[in-house]
Nanobody, 118 residues
Protein backbone atom coordinates (compact mmCIF):
# COMPACT_ATOMS: atom_id res chain seq x y z
CA UNK A 1 0.00 0.00 0.00
CA UNK A 2 1.20 3.48 -0.86
CA UNK A 3 1.84 5.50 2.25
CA UNK A 4 3.37 8.81 3.21
CA UNK A 5 3.47 9.32 6.94
CA UNK A 6 4.57 12.60 8.44
CA UNK A 7 5.85 12.76 11.98
CA UNK A 8 7.75 15.01 14.33
CA UNK A 9 5.34 17.89 14.64
CA UNK A 10 4.54 19.50 17.92
CA UNK A 11 4.63 22.66 19.97
CA UNK A 12 7.73 24.84 19.86
CA UNK A 13 8.50 28.35 21.05
CA UNK A 14 9.35 31.15 18.63
CA UNK A 15 12.99 30.95 17.67
CA UNK A 16 13.07 27.24 18.30
CA UNK A 17 13.74 24.37 15.95
CA UNK A 18 11.91 21.28 14.87
CA UNK A 19 12.59 18.50 12.40
CA UNK A 20 9.68 16.76 10.79
CA UNK A 21 9.90 13.60 8.72
CA UNK A 22 7.97 11.93 5.96
CA UNK A 23 8.35 8.19 5.62
CA UNK A 24 7.30 6.66 2.31
CA UNK A 25 6.41 3.12 1.36
CA UNK A 26 4.69 1.23 -1.41
CA UNK A 27 6.26 3.05 -4.36
CA UNK A 28 9.62 3.86 -5.89
CA UNK A 29 10.54 6.75 -3.68
CA UNK A 30 13.61 7.85 -5.64
CA UNK A 31 11.52 8.37 -8.79
CA UNK A 32 9.53 11.13 -7.15
CA UNK A 33 10.35 14.67 -6.28
CA UNK A 34 9.17 15.53 -2.81
CA UNK A 35 7.47 18.70 -1.75
CA UNK A 36 6.46 19.99 1.63
CA UNK A 37 3.27 21.97 1.87
CA UNK A 38 1.62 23.61 4.81
CA UNK A 39 -1.86 24.80 5.53
CA UNK A 40 -2.85 27.21 8.24
CA UNK A 41 -6.45 27.46 9.46
CA UNK A 42 -8.65 29.24 6.95
CA UNK A 43 -5.91 29.44 4.34
CA UNK A 44 -5.07 27.53 1.21
CA UNK A 45 -2.28 25.03 1.12
CA UNK A 46 1.10 26.65 0.51
CA UNK A 47 4.21 25.15 -1.05
CA UNK A 48 7.06 25.38 1.44
CA UNK A 49 9.96 23.42 0.00
CA UNK A 50 10.86 20.96 -2.71
CA UNK A 51 13.65 18.51 -3.35
CA UNK A 52 14.60 16.60 -6.48
CA UNK A 53 15.12 12.88 -6.93
CA UNK A 54 18.57 12.46 -5.35
CA UNK A 55 18.47 15.64 -3.34
CA UNK A 56 20.64 17.58 -5.77
CA UNK A 57 18.34 20.56 -5.98
CA UNK A 58 16.12 22.23 -3.45
CA UNK A 59 13.91 25.25 -3.44
CA UNK A 60 11.98 27.12 -0.81
CA UNK A 61 9.23 29.60 -0.38
CA UNK A 62 10.56 33.07 0.32
CA UNK A 63 8.92 33.00 3.72
CA UNK A 64 11.08 30.11 4.90
CA UNK A 65 14.26 30.60 2.89
CA UNK A 66 17.32 30.58 5.11
CA UNK A 67 15.43 28.99 7.99
CA UNK A 68 14.19 25.68 6.61
CA UNK A 69 16.21 22.90 5.02
CA UNK A 70 14.73 19.97 3.12
CA UNK A 71 16.71 16.78 2.66
CA UNK A 72 16.06 13.19 1.73
CA UNK A 73 17.51 9.78 2.37
CA UNK A 74 16.42 7.50 -0.44
CA UNK A 75 17.89 4.45 1.29
CA UNK A 76 15.43 5.07 4.11
CA UNK A 77 12.60 6.30 1.88
CA UNK A 78 12.40 9.35 4.06
CA UNK A 79 12.40 13.09 3.53
CA UNK A 80 13.04 15.63 6.26
CA UNK A 81 12.26 19.25 6.86
CA UNK A 82 14.55 20.94 9.35
CA UNK A 83 12.88 24.08 10.62
CA UNK A 84 14.95 26.65 12.48
CA UNK A 85 14.20 30.10 13.83
CA UNK A 86 10.54 29.26 13.89
CA UNK A 87 7.97 32.01 13.87
CA UNK A 88 4.32 31.99 14.92
CA UNK A 89 3.34 32.37 11.28
CA UNK A 90 4.93 28.98 10.60
CA UNK A 91 2.08 27.40 12.53
CA UNK A 92 0.28 25.02 10.20
CA UNK A 93 -0.32 21.43 9.32
CA UNK A 94 2.64 20.29 7.26
CA UNK A 95 2.05 17.81 4.46
CA UNK A 96 4.45 15.70 2.46
CA UNK A 97 3.76 15.27 -1.25
CA UNK A 98 5.48 12.85 -3.61
CA UNK A 99 5.18 13.91 -7.23
CA UNK A 100 6.06 11.96 -10.37
CA UNK A 101 6.92 14.52 -13.03
CA UNK A 102 6.33 12.25 -16.02
CA UNK A 103 2.79 11.14 -15.30
CA UNK A 104 1.66 13.64 -12.69
CA UNK A 105 1.06 11.10 -9.95
CA UNK A 106 0.75 12.64 -6.52
CA UNK A 107 0.78 10.96 -3.15
CA UNK A 108 -0.09 12.83 0.01
CA UNK A 109 0.51 12.21 3.65
CA UNK A 110 -1.95 12.91 6.42
CA UNK A 111 -0.06 15.89 7.78
CA UNK A 112 1.62 16.75 11.05
CA UNK A 113 0.74 19.76 13.17
CA UNK A 114 3.42 22.32 13.91
CA UNK A 115 2.50 25.00 16.41
CA UNK A 116 4.85 27.88 17.16
CA UNK A 117 3.73 29.74 20.23
CA UNK A 118 4.91 31.10 23.54
Amino acid sequence: QVQLVESGGGLVQPGGSLRISCAASGFTFSSYIIMWYRQAPGKERELVAGITWAGGSTNYADSVKGRFTVSRDNAKNTVYLQMNSLKPEDTAVYYCNAHHLLDGTNYWGQGTQVTVSS
